[in-house]
């Protein structure tokens, strides 16, 4: 081959190989993850209209509806008032997404991103629907499987990235910053029941249907350790365990789920009285798998002495936050964690050492 045409070879061979870069550069500046590559640019003008989301996938679906108050709730479950922190972290995600890179816009190949429609048997997706206070739709996005390594420090720290699909359009793509989201009702509702420390607890009292009673007390909020009233000769109390989780039943108390109280004229499976030396009265009513919770006011501890210099967690007014429990907790019955309920109404048989 002559110099000549080595050299023409050579400089068209250059131009080609620029001008790929120049298109590989300007695709990966398009794909890049910046502020203008939001997945909904003009979102932050829209949040305060959306007044209900839906989160459904192939086997259930999930409302929350904003009141005119602006407290969000589930209908299915008679208004009871969602987590609101969840709420937010979800519309604020609509809002902050970014995307990281485009994937395919080929229906049959929506299932390796878990993208497949929602009404098909095999699908992963979850479709999540903003509606705005009009009745239309502001926004409505499928969900599909998560990558594990968001950016740290970007949009998506702390969450996943996701594989999304905008509903009624071909393009998929791969964004950070929308945290995980569940259709399940439990994962939706705001599952914080009661917090009374066992620092404060003086008494506890388990009436059982059978007739048995089981109490626990102590005489002041220092003393470490609970007397069980009436125990049986020979027998030792668990040193963990047992005792130790009747008494702190009340403390960060979650539960499963809930329903609008049914009032019932049949005695309850057990009725557990928690006693606190600042004067609040708690009662858990169980009825097979449900509890019901009453709060009250007893001022005569404190009139026998002021147990509240070495209560640091007791409520300046003991009347107003038993009012206050009684408003939040007094609808509702509650379906509590297996655990919690066999520590909340134990036997006396549960809290004992076998025998020897």
């Known amino acids: 081959m002559k110099s000549k045409t080595i050299i023409v070879f050579a400089t068209i061979t250059g131009i080609a190989v620029a001008a790929a870069a120049v298109v590989l550069w300007r695709d990966h500046r398009a794909y890049a993850p910046t502020a203008e590559m939001a997945v909904y640019p003009d979102m932050g003008q829209k949040l305060e209209t959306v007044s209900s989301i839906t989160v459904a996938d192939k086997d259930t679906t999930i409302v929350l509806k904003k009141s005119d108050q602006g407290l969000w709730t589930l209908p299915e479950k008679s208004d009871y008032p969602a987590n609101t922190a969840q709420v937010r972290r979800l519309l604020l995600a609509f809002d ?108 506890v009292t388990v009436h059982h249907q059978s007739g048995e009673r089981l109490e626990a007390t102590r005489d002041t909020p220092d003393q470490a350790t609970f007397q069980i009233a009436d125990l049986p000769k020979g027998r030792v109390v668990k040193t963990y365990g047992g005792l130790d989780n ?23 499976t057990a009725a557990t009285i928690y006693k606190t030396f600042d004067g609040l ?64 109404m134990p036997v006396l048989d549960d809290l004992l050492e076998p025998k020897p």
């Open 96 to 203: 902050r997404m970014t995307i990281v890179e485009p994937k395919t816009e080929k229906p049959e190949l929506y299932g390796r991103l878990g993208l497949t429609d929602i009404t098909l048997p095999d699908s992963r997706a979850r479709l999540i629907t903003l509606g705005g206070s009009d009745g239309a739709t502001v926004a409505a996005l499928l969900v599909g499987d998560t990558v594990r390594g968001a950016v740290p420090g970007g949009a998506g720290a702390g969450t996943d990235r996701a594989y999304i699909r905008k509903q009624g359009e071909a393009a998929t793509w791969l964004v950070d910053g929308l945290p995980p989201v569940a259709a399940t009702t439990a994962s939706w509702l705001d599952d914080k029941l009661l917090n009374v420390e066992k620092e404060r607890i003086a008494s």
């Open 246 to 268: 009747m008494t702190a039943t009340l403390a960060y108390l979650t539960f499963d789920d809930v329903r609008a109280a049914v009032p019932s004229d049949q005695p309850p």
């Open 281 to 344: 009265v708690v009662t858990a009513t169980v009825r097979e798998e449900w509890v019901h919770f009453t709060a009250t006011f007893d001022p005569a501890p404190l009139a026998a002495g002021d147990m509240t210099k070495i209560l640091p967690k007791a409520p300046a007014d003991g009347k107003a936050e038993a009012a206050a429990i009684q408003a939040r907790l007094g609808g509702w019955d509650y379906k509590l964690p297996d655990f919690k309920l066999k520590d909340l």
